[in-house]
């Protein structure tokens, strides 16, 4: 761990890979294996299992547990208290006295948004740019810079990569930036 990461002297900090600039505080825990970029904000009370993967600035907001098996890339903001899961069919057994189950993965791709209270459901990948509104249930995939809310979360238009909702024409009314469909998800124009 590098000399530039910040530790509160009530957080724990287990992992040699963590980045310059990152901070962990109060109650936040960081478990020796797990990957943390640079400038990441590790929140009160969250837990970052070995195995996670964090890319640069990533946010994880207070009483978020990122698991064994889930990918957060650069700028992903990781909501207060939102859920995120690695095994489909859980047991509490699993490894020790059965067969050894793979995780079931969770990617996060860069600079999506998972708001206060959402609960992914793995496997599942949540394209780039994308927003989950806050307490929905995601079970399927969300594409590049999708909206999504609900449970079970259900598509209701697009997000610019300012995090703004996108016009019927599929451009921003802040930032001015134009998209274009590209697939299941959207590209710049």
Known sequence: MSAEVFVHPKGLCESDRVGPGTRIWAFAHVQKGAVVGADCNIGQGAF???????????TVKNGVHVWDGVRAEDGV??????????????RSQQGRQGPQVPWDPILIREGATIGAGAVLVCPVTI??????????????????????????????????????????????????LAYEQKGTGLTEA
């Open 48 to 58: 970052v299992e070995s195995g996670a993967v964090l890319g640069d600035r990533v």
């Open 127 to 176: 394209g780039r740019y994308a927003l989950v509104g806050a307490g929905a249930v995601v079970t399927r995939d969300v594409p590049d810079h999708g909206l999504v809310v609900g449970n079970p979360a259900r598509p209701v238009g697009w997000a610019c990569q300012c995090g703004q909702t996108l016009s019927p024409d599929l451009r921003c009314p802040d930032c001015g």
């Open 77 to 90: 903001f990781l909501g207060p208290a939102c859920v995120l899961t690695n095994r489909r069919r859980p």
